[in-house]
């Protein structure tokens, strides 16, 4: 059975950091392109950044030179590390993958808040 399973939210100030991870299932994490998306109240989930197998990198705009994605395929996890937080971060963040989505995990809240 497929399974997602996010952590390492928090309430951090602005311009903290945390380091998401998530553990995927081994069908759906083997030669996928991984990604981390985030749903912020009364919006749209929406694409934050996503990762190869062989680990080539894309980032959305608005996290571009704060976020760091990165995966350890021996462990079936990908992480998302956010430097530089601002308080438009806030949001609950998931990861799936990016081509092919399977059932989405419980997410992370992470709030940045002074």
């Known amino acids: 059975q497929v399974q997602l399973v996010e952590s390492g939210g928090g309430l951090v100030q602005p311009g903290g950091s945390l380091r998401l991870s998530c553990v995927a299932s081994?069908?759906?994490?083997?030669?996928?392109?991984m990604a981390w998306y985030r749903q912020a109240p009364g919006k749209q989930r929406e694409w934050v950044a996503s990762?190869?197998?062989?680990?080539?990198?894309n980032y959305a705009d608005s996290v571009k030179g704060r976020f760091a994605i990165s995966r350890d395929n021996a462990k079936n996890t990908v992480y998302l590390q956010m430097n530089s937080l601002k308080p438009e971060d806030t949001a609950v963040y998931y990861c799936n993958g990016f081509d092919t989505q399977f059932p989405w995990g419980q997410g992370t809240q992470v709030t940045v808040s002074s």
């Open positions: 990762i190869t197998w062989s680990g080539s990198t």
């Open positions: 081994g069908r759906m994490f083997s030669n996928n392109r």
